[in-house]
């Protein structure tokens, strides 16, 4: 698909560029989205989830993630006083269809959505023999697919288990932060399929983002902290039995 002469006269020259960029498949090279501008991090407030699997159809719709495997997904965890060290975690189907009715007992049952945490030291970055993994000025870490070797380095390397070699392209394949709608404005798929607003799209160099806020009122945490990845998705109100 080619832009007419007809569509360039219409389109202001900026616009014309950022028409181009987007044919092209390259939205972060449009003039109106600066790389360095932005980084972009993930918020999920725990007590707001309640399991219904929105987001990961809504993440599986978008991105064409195979049946069987998951770019987001939601754990289920029941902690009681006498498995606070391991609680019973179910993720049937990754959470996609929702989750079967818990037991009254005296234990607490609560959803943990679960994603790529786009690492500012990421260890998959770090593993990729041909640099097909990598982290851009933006903060969000992608797989060029053009150069992958489907080694599964990366997918070993990932702590939070996040990334999976696909079924038939034979190459890693993760969370993208749905990187072609947030380079046009947009939010994420799950974020905008969560009909709690337990997912936000945060972009932490925008002083104006809430996300600023909320991290000084609020008990924000990542996952697996030890790992010292720099992880950038926060969860607010994260159980100390998730792991």
């Not at 970055?125 to 903060?139: E, K, L, R, S, Y």
């Not at 974020?191 to 909320?214: M, S, Y």
Request: with cysteine; net charge neutral; charged share 20%.
């Amino acid at each position: 698909m080619k832009i007419t002469r007809r569509q360039m006269l219409v389109l202001l020259p900026a616009a014309a560029v950022a028409w181009e960029s987007l044919l092209a498949g390259t939205p972060e090279s449009s003039p109106n989205y600066k790389m360095t501008e932005h980084w972009w991090g993930m918020l999920i407030d725990i007590p707001k989830c309640i399991g219904c699997g929105n987001c990961v159809r809504a993440c599986q719709a978008e991105n064409d993630v195979p049946d069987g495997y998951f770019r987001t997904w939601i754990e289920r965890y029941h902690v009681t006083d006498s498995n606070l060290e391991n609680p019973e975690v179910i993720s049937p189907d990754g959470g996609k269809l929702g989750f079967p009715v818990a037991k009254e007992d005296s234990g607490k049952y609560f959803f943990v959505p679960k994603m790529c945490n786009h690492c500012a030291d990421s260890p998959c970055t770090q593993v990729c023999p041909v640099g097909a993994t990598f982290i851009g000025p933006d903060g969000v870490v992608l797989v060029d697919q053009k150069y992958c070797l489907g080694c599964a380095y990366c997918v070993q390397a990932c702590p939070y288990g996040c990334r999976y070699i696909h079924p038939t392209k034979k190459v890693a394949d993760k969370c993208t932060l749905c990187y072609h709608r947030i380079t046009k404005g947009l939010t994420t798929a799950c974020c905008e399929a969560c009909p709690t607003g337990a997912r936000q799209l945060v972009d932490l160099k925008n002083p104006n983002d809430p996300i600023h806020a909320f991290l000084k009122t609020h008990a924000v945490q990542v996952l697996k902290p030890q790992m010292a990845t720099g992880a950038k998705a926060f969860y607010n109100e994260l159980d100390g039995s998730v792991r």
